[in-house]
């Protein structure tokens, strides 16, 4: 069985954050305004709710990784300018179901009675050999033996591993204790995501003991999907051509501008002009844009 104690987890995140200081302590990221704009957003509100809902954002790439892209810059994401955004509500509900989930893992286990002979609950319909043995002659007779053993009822202890590695991984990365060089970074998402992972194992074999079939069912179909994904998404990494078009419906001036840079360097001269005219139509103060045009 896993061992994963509260103290190991406080040890843990102390270590990260001990590690992070001792890294930074030389200077924090540099970044243009362009790289991270709401980090340079002069209202407090807006930064605090932005950044208070850019782990939604990453949450949701990783579940429903539709849409995704080389760069996330440049307002990408939408700023979250008042308190009215409905993005919000979305916000805090996500901070409240993380906080059940690490109250769920650092409460104390459950312990319970178990029968010696079949070690079933006390209160569960025992074996026929357990009925017999301990003078239980009906089959949904609660059990009268008092020789059991007692179980932990496990489970809190991979709740706190899987939520350290949803969220320690990615502290760093949340521009909640600095600001770093961009608002989202798929990146900085791969060891999340195995905190991810282990959480729904967690909850679909709770689901595959009583619906065997429905998650069958349901398994079969993301795997499918989630394979299908990323087929498509290797399309994309092809080449540099395909990666900047994949990214346009994200962030427009910056694809438009890499991809201009792309076909320029093919000799594609009247494509790159159309690419590099687009860039600016979406944010005409970029200066090596109007550079290569």
Known sequence: MLVFAPFSMFVLGAASVILLAIRLQSRLPQFST????????????????????????????????????????????????????????????FYTLLGLLAKRGLSTPRVERTCRCCHLGLSDVHSASCRTTNNN?????????????????????????????????????????????FVVAERVLYLPSAGLCLMVGLGGAAVYRKHKTAFTVGFIGVLLTFSAKTVMRNKDWNNEEALYRSAVHVNPPKAYGNLGSVLSSQGRMAEAEWAFRKALHFRPNMADVHYNL
């Open 137 to 181: 002659n009906t089959a949904h007779s609660t059990c009268v033996c008092l020789l059991g053993r007692r179980r932990t009822a496990g489970g809190s202890c991979v709740v706190l591993l899987s939520l350290a590695l949803l969220t320690l991984p990615f502290l760093p990365a949340t521009n909640l204790l600095f600001y770093v060089g």
């Open 34 to 93: 362009a790289d991270n704009p709401t980090a340079r957003d002069p209202r407090l509100l807006t930064r605090l709710l932005t950044f208070a809902y850019l782990p939604v954002f990453n949450l949701w790439l990783l579940l429903d990784p539709a849409t995704l892209s080389f760069d996330w810059g440049m307002d990408a994401v939408p700023r979250i300018t008042s308190l009215g955004d409905c993005r919000n509500v979305i916000t805090v509900g």
